[in-house]
């Protein structure tokens, strides 16, 4: 069999090995012959190096897009709850403001003194506010209150001497709340400074 010598892209020479098994390649700078083998090795070695390089970065970009995820799905979720919340309160709010005219009849009702205490009438009424109180309904606005813009409605404005500052004088309409939900502001007269 005829030896073939075969040169490389770097201009080293390869031959082939006795055996046939091994090529061999001589450095003409150094004395040193690699083998095939060393050479597939170090190659291989190479590859596994950055190999790991690549898994480590993949790893690290999916563990950015669970943390991302993570997150994304816990605003989801805190949203979710704050939402469903306004909803409960809209929900109740809307079916106690139909509640509202029958508890201004009640009221009325206690002012002239048609609910006697053991009554039937007494008892419907006590029956009513009940179930407003346990659905969170409070009533506000009461005489002698500051005048608050944000939670009464002036109807009417009587200058009064000695007042410095607007202040409830009468209520003629109970405002109503469900939690922070203003379901009817109080209607009031206002007393205002005299000038």
Excluded: C, W
């Amino acid at each position: 069999m005829t030896e073939k010598n075969f040169e490389d892209p770097q201009g080293d020479e390869v031959r082939p090995d006795d055996e046939g098994s091994e090529a061999q390649v001589s450095d003409p700078e150094s004395q040193d012959e690699l083998t095939v083998d060393d050479i597939l090795g170090a190659a291989q070695n190479a590859d596994a190096a950055a190999e790991d390089a690549v898994i480590a970065d993949l790893e690290s970009a999916l563990l950015v897009d669970l943390k991302r995820l993570q997150a994304e799905y816990a605003n989801y979720r805190r949203r979710t709850e704050e939402q469903r919340e306004r909803e409960i309160e809209r929900a109740k709010g809307e079916a106690v403001k139909g509640l509202l005219p029958v508890l201004d009849d009640l009221d009325r009702a206690t002012k002239h003194g048609d609910l006697v205490e053991g009554t039937a009438f007494a008892a419907i009424g006590d029956k009513v506010r009940g179930v407003a109180e346990r659905l969170g309904v409070t009533s506000y606005g009461e005489a002698g209150e500051a005048f608050d813009p944000q939670q009464h409605e002036a109807i009417f404005q009587a200058p009064t001497p000695g007042v410095t500052e607007p202040t409830i004088l009468e209520v003629v309409e109970v405002g109503y709340r469900l939690g922070s939900v203003e379901l009817r502001p109080a209607k009031v007269v206002v007393a205002v400074p005299a000038e």
